[in-house]
């Protein structure tokens, strides 16, 4: 065998360590052996990757006669060149690069690394009904862009202790209305609450449906309440759908609720050639939920996979008017950007069903690319002050029908 097939056979040993360590992590799963599985997922998971790459450039090196070392190099360089994009990008760059499509692989990327509050152990906690809710106490989240101080109260909601005792206004939501990104004075619960001086109550929990918010519904004192503000996002569809169908919310466990920490844990951790990696894999199996030029497509495909989603969330909200009978406001918030044809299909529905006393703020013609974070899907701070304003100005049109 020739120093040339034996380098190959070095690439190509690389290139299939690196295939089965990101493709088939099944491999490294030992049964009845969750030490050593651990192990193999934690240790050799990662850091093989990192070998995977330094070999790689080692044969490629020898196989074309140059110093192996160069293209070592090489990687090191994309590598920090992802490091830079993303922890410091968005402060420094200008906006004609972070408005490109180059622009968007990063952003990619840096979903691929996103952490999940509701897999934090330091901010979340599992329940045996809703899967998972806010842990109680002060704690921290952050990603690339931001990172904020959570107080939580008591029923596992990001507001004061005082805000659940008699609100005059409940906001219902995901991580939008939770404040994704933003500090907590900033959300636009908070906003509309500082500026309309009633007492709100934000109970937007992050990956909610409208099932589940219904529960936290369940949860709060309605005898003061004036205004309950609904935001809808279209990854609510097939939790509603499944609540429809089943009259349940589904079989997660301790055990899954573990998993999910575990595997949260391994997203904040870095090693060598991490980025390199994600963004391959983003050039090799493209996520469209995960690119900010196809959304409105992506939209689409999740409303027709579940036709009955006006029904469904209208079902819903029958449940809770047996709690509370008074003004809903319903809006819609997507992620990268808002479509603005959305509210004006459940806005339809109720109006041809004859379904009263639901208002509707169509955000689509109000929000721009200004109003997002640049890696992140969520509202930044400007976003939730438009939200903010947008209910305040139905809110006062509400007021004046009533």
Same mark, same amino acid.
């Given at each position: 065998?020739?120093?040339?097939?034996?380098?190959?056979?070095?690439?190509?040993? !690389?290139? #299939? #360590?690196?295939?089965?360590?990101?493709?088939?992590?099944?491999?490294l799963?030992?049964?009845?052996?969750?030490?050593i599985?651990?192990?193999l997922?934690n240790?050799?998971?990662?850091?093989?990757?990192?070998?995977a790459?330094?070999?790689?450039?080692?044969?490629?090196?020898?196989? #074309?006669?140059?110093?192996?070392?160069?293209?070592?190099?090489?990687?090191?360089?994309?590598?920090?060149?992802?490091?830079?994009?993303?922890?410091?990008?968005?402060?420094?760059?200008?906006?004609?690069?972070?408005?490109t499509?180059?622009?968007?692989?990063?952003k990619?990327?840096?979903?691929?690394?996103?952490?999940?509050?509701?897999?934090?152990?330091?901010?979340?906690?599992?329940?045996?009904?809703l899967?998972?809710?806010?842990?109680?106490?002060?704690?921290s989240?952050?990603?690339?862009?931001?990172?904020?101080?959570?107080?939580?109260?008591?029923?596992?909601?990001?507001?004061?202790?005082?805000?659940?005792?008699?609100?005059?206004?409940?906001?219902?939501?995901?991580?939008?209305?939770?404040?994704?990104?933003?500090?907590?004075?900033?959300?636009f619960?908070?906003?509309f609450?500082?500026?309309s001086?009633?007492?709100?109550?934000?109970?937007?929990?992050s990956?909610?449906?409208?099932?589940?918010e219904?529960?936290?519904?369940?949860?709060?004192?309605?005898?003061?309440?004036?205004?309950?503000?609904?935001?809808?996002?279209?990854?609510?569809?097939?939790?509603?759908?499944?609540?429809?169908?089943?009259?349940?919310?589904?079989?997660?466990?301790?055990?899954?609720?573990?998993?999910?920490?575990?595997?949260?844990?391994?997203?904040?951790?870095?090693?060598?050639?991490?980025?390199?990696?994600?963004?391959?894999?983003?050039?090799?199996?493209?996520?469209?939920?995960?690119?900010?030029?196809?959304?409105?497509?992506?939209?689409?495909?999740?409303?027709?996979?579940?036709?009955?989603?006006?029904?469904?969330?209208?079902?819903?909200c029958?449940?809770?008017?047996?709690?509370?009978?008074g003004?809903?406001?319903?809006?819609?918030?997507? !992620?990268?950007?808002?479509?603005?044809?959305i509210?004006?299909?459940?806005?339809?529905?109720?109006?041809?069903?004859?379904?009263?006393?639901?208002y509707?703020?169509? #955000?689509?013609p109000k929000?721009?690319?200004?109003?997002?974070?640049?890696?992140?899907?969520?509202?930044?701070?400007?976003?939730?002050?438009?939200?903010?304003?947008?209910?305040?100005?139905?809110?006062?049109?509400v007021?004046?029908?009533n």
């Amino acid at each position: 065998m020739t120093k040339t097939q034996k380098n190959l056979i070095g690439i190509l040993f !690389s290139v #299939l #360590l690196f295939a089965i360590l990101v493709f088939r992590t099944d491999l490294l799963n030992v049964q009845n052996r969750p030490g050593i599985s651990d192990f193999l997922a934690n240790y050799v998971g990662t850091w093989g990757i990192s070998v995977a790459f330094m070999l790689f450039a080692y044969f490629l090196g020898k196989t #074309l006669n140059l110093k192996w070392w160069i293209f070592i190099l090489v990687l090191l360089i994309i590598e920090i060149t992802y490091i830079f994009v993303l922890n410091y990008g968005p402060k420094t760059l200008p906006e004609s690069v972070k408005l490109t499509k180059t622009f968007t692989h990063f952003k990619k990327v840096a979903l691929a690394n996103r952490p999940l509050i509701q897999f934090d152990s330091s901010c979340a906690r599992f329940d045996s009904v809703l899967f998972y809710t806010l842990k109680p106490g002060k704690s921290s989240f952050g990603s690339f862009e931001f990172n904020n101080t959570y107080n939580v109260n008591s029923k596992g909601f990001r507001d004061t202790e005082e805000d659940l005792h008699h609100p005059e206004v409940i906001f219902l939501g995901d991580s939008f209305t939770m404040g994704w990104g933003i500090d907590q004075d900033k959300t636009f619960a908070s906003v509309f609450e500082q500026k309309s001086g009633f007492k709100c109550l934000n109970t937007g929990i992050s990956s909610y449906g409208t099932a589940r918010e219904s529960f936290n519904l369940g949860k709060t004192d309605v005898d003061s309440l004036k205004l309950m503000v609904i935001q809808y996002h279209d990854t609510d569809l097939e939790e509603n759908s499944f609540w429809i169908k089943n009259k349940r919310l589904g079989s997660k466990t301790q055990a899954d609720f573990d998993f999910q920490v575990k595997n949260n844990e391994k997203i904040k951790k870095y090693y060598l050639f991490k980025y390199l990696k994600d963004g391959i894999i983003t050039l090799l199996t493209p996520n469209p939920r995960q690119d900010p030029n196809k959304s409105e497509k992506v939209l689409v495909g999740e409303y027709e996979k579940y036709p009955e989603f006006l029904e469904d969330f209208y079902k819903i909200c029958s449940q809770m008017r047996e709690k509370y009978q008074g003004p809903i406001i319903f809006t819609f918030t997507g !992620s990268f950007y808002t479509e603005t044809a959305i509210v004006d299909e459940f806005k339809a529905y109720a109006e041809k069903n004859k379904i009263d006393n639901i208002y509707f703020v169509n #955000l689509g013609p109000k929000l721009n690319t200004d109003h997002y974070f640049y890696l992140d899907d969520h509202l930044n701070q400007k976003g939730h002050q438009v939200v903010a304003d947008e209910l305040l100005k139905s809110w006062n049109e509400v007021k004046n029908q009533n």
